[in-house]
């Protein structure tokens, strides 16, 4: 009996959809897909569970004829190519042929279709992948799909789908992408009785920037259209970040080739090359390309899903992206940031990089450094040699802090089953007016001091949440804002905070809607009722939007907190008193916590006395 043999039909089909519907939001790419290739001027969603259970789309678009309904079921069944030739130049965004019978496979599927010229429209009912009923129907012109109960047939495949929320977030950033590149169409999207966004047709691609991410992302944002003359079909839209940057916008980047949404290592490097010199490291800017290209320089079918493209001229296009944008950066007569090859021993300001500490004066620091002489004992290094001895000969864990001289403190001791006790500290100094050095039981200690900060808040706002009686608003001390501040949010950012808001009151944040994409902050706890409340909600809700909004409360709340605890830490470039340096080390140090902040960046790096010496070749 031979061991090959030819799969049927519909287990095919279903292999077939592995590839092509990997979640709820898969089906809504590809059936708003065809909408937009079908000329439609309104695309409806509607979405019941998270798309498990109901993803209905509505078109006003060209529509299907009695057979044309019949066949788009069959497996390669296409209206977009013909020949093999046409795969050199696809100028429309579904052509494989793959999706709806792979979608009709695992789901339970109605399509009820009618052309302009056609009197009666015809309903097709489809289960599992086979036939169950065609018929008459009136109905307007257009399509409407509705998919029900996605991978019912399939439960090794449902049982991987990801909470409703986290589904819907996927769907929701889908049909953002697609809504951005086609403001010529009404694209609408509820979830149950809720809407998530509705966005009129508008006259341009900034038009319906504007609409989807809001005033504060687009109002300062610059725009180049071009068309170049080195290769026939190419031009460029691009709107993106006037610097400097107000907030980071690593989740505010979209990429369209011939208004395919795309991912591209290449493009992302180029716009970044032309920001180079303009921003500072770490700092992430906004930006929508629109780029056309003649269909024939550009292979759109290298990916399943159609996410990556593969061009002819790699070079070129990089070149021109970078251009354009740097060239517009230039002509707006923003200036760059200098890159000093030497490191110079002052700060931003001019002033002296290391900051003298209270009661010294010039004449007691080395020249141009604000340093303290290090020969005297009072000095900020100034142990006495016995003591230096002291600390060669003995481990950390042993050294006897009668030794000490008495400017160092002893911290208290955080539980008396320790091995070791908290620290002594010496704070000797700020650097650059962002790090602070530190003598840490005699080891030398550069700590940064807004990761630091931030770990002491966000221990102390997690603390307080993990008593139970702070689910009801008791533990955490709250502030009332004299004057509510006013936040605008993007149709996506609005969706997942509107999900969230309950989360956020128990944690100490008031925030009530105000319209559809614009809140109120009305409460926020002590600890960082400082902080810059916009940045703090535009970042939270991105990365909310990319946990996914499991469901699991417990991590939902421990990424707000980390966000929270971040923006209202103290900034780099920040200056610290003395007492607020001493206070500052003392709470990091009085608990046990891990050697990074929430997000893992390091907060402390510590050189022994024998380091240092076998740095300056003493050992």
């Not at 079921?73 to 093999?84: G, M, P």
């Not at 439960?155 to 929320?165: D, I, M, N, T, V």
């Not at 490097?269 to 920001?275: G, M, Q």
């Not at 921003?279 to 759109?300: A, Q, R, T, W, Y």
Request: charged share 25%; glycine share 6%; with cysteine.
């Amino acid at each position: 009996m031979s061991k090959i043999k030819i799969l049927s039909v519909a287990l095919s089909n279903q292999i077939a959809a592995g590839e092509v519907v990997e979640r709820p939001a898969s089906v809504v790419k590809e059936l708003v897909e065809n909408a937009i290739d079908a000329k439609s001027r309104r695309i409806f969603v509607s979405i019941l569970e998270g798309g498990s259970r109901l993803i209905q789309v509505s078109d006003d678009g060209e529509g299907m004829s009695h057979e044309e309904a019949s066949l788009a079921f069959q497996r390669h069944a296409t209206s977009k190519i013909y020949e093999a030739p046409d795969l050199d130049a696809i100028t429309t965004l579904g052509f494989r042929g793959e999706a709806l019978p792979s979608i009709a496979s695992v789901s339970k599927v109605s399509l009820v279709t009618r052309t302009s010229k056609e009197s009666e429209g015809i309903e097709i009912s489809i289960e599992g992948g086979s036939v169950q009923s065609v018929k008459k129907v009136g109905c307007p012109s257009g399509s409407t799909f509705e998919i029900k109960d996605l991978f019912y047939n399939v439960p090794a495949r449902k049982k991987f789908l990801k909470s409703q929320q986290t589904e819907m977030g996927h769907i929701n950033r889908t049909l953002f992408h697609l809504a951005l590149a086609h403001p010529e169409i009404h694209f609408r999207l509820r979830h149950g009785a809720r809407s998530i966004f509705d966005v009129p047709a508008c006259d341009s691609f900034k038009a319906r920037a504007f609409q989807l991410l809001g005033e504060k992302v687009i109002s300062g944002a610059m725009e180049r259209v071009e068309s170049f003359q080195i290769q026939e079909g190419l031009s460029l839209h691009a709107i993106f970040s006037r610097p400097p940057l107000k907030r980071n916008f690593k989740k505010d980047q979209y990429l369209f080739v011939n208004l395919r949404p795309i991912k591209s290592a290449l493009l992302t490097h180029a716009v970044y090359e032309a920001y180079k010199s303009y921003l500072m490291k770490g700092e992430e800017p906004f930006f929508i390309l629109f780029l056309s290209v003649d269909p024939n320089g550009v292979d759109v079918n290298v990916h399943p899903a159609k996410r990556e493209v593969r061009f002819q001229n790699r070079s070129q296009v990089h070149q021109v992206i970078r251009n354009a944008i740097r060239d517009t950066l230039s002509s707006a007569g923003i200036g760059l940031l200098q890159q000093e090859e030497n490191h110079q021993l002052e700060d931003e300001n001019g002033s002296p990089a290391f900051s003298p500490l209270p009661g010294e004066t010039p004449s007691s620091a080395s020249p141009g450094l604000g340093w303290p002489d290090a020969s005297k004992p009072e000095g900020h290094f100034g142990i006495f040699k016995e003591e230096r001895s002291h600390y060669r000969e003995r481990s950390r864990n042993e050294r006897d802090p009668s030794f000490l001289p008495s400017s160092l403190f002893k911290a208290k001791v955080l539980n008396a089953t320790m091995e070791t006790e908290i620290p002594l500290i010496r704070p000797l100094a700020q650097v650059y007016g962002t790090f602070l050095l530190a003598e840490i039981n005699g080891d030398l200690a550069i700590v940064d001091q807004h990761t630091a900060h931030e770990r002491v808040i966000y221990e102390e706002l997690l603390s307080a949440w993990e008593n139970t009686d702070v689910a009801q608003g008791d533990q955490l001390e709250i502030q009332a804002l004299l004057i509510p501040q006013q936040i605008d949010l993007s149709l996506a950012q609005s969706a997942v905070l509107k999900e969230n808001i309950d989360q956020f009151e128990a944690i100490g944040c008031r925030i009530e809607p105000f319209g559809e994409t614009t809140f109120l902050v009305r409460e926020l706890p002590v600890l960082i009722s400082k902080m810059n409340i916009d940045s703090f909600l535009n970042e939270v809700t991105d990365d909310l939007i990319d946990l996914g909004v499991s469901g699991k409360i417990d991590q939902s709340i421990r990424t707000v907190l980390a966000s929270m605890a971040c923006h209202g830490a103290v900034r780099a470039h920040q200056s610290l008193s003395f007492p607020e340096i001493t206070a500052l080390l003392q709470k990091y140090y009085e608990r046990k916590t891990p050697p990074t902040c929430p997000h893992g960046r390091p907060i402390v790096i510590r050189y022994s006395l024998l380091e240092l010496e076998k740095l300056f070749r003493r050992k």
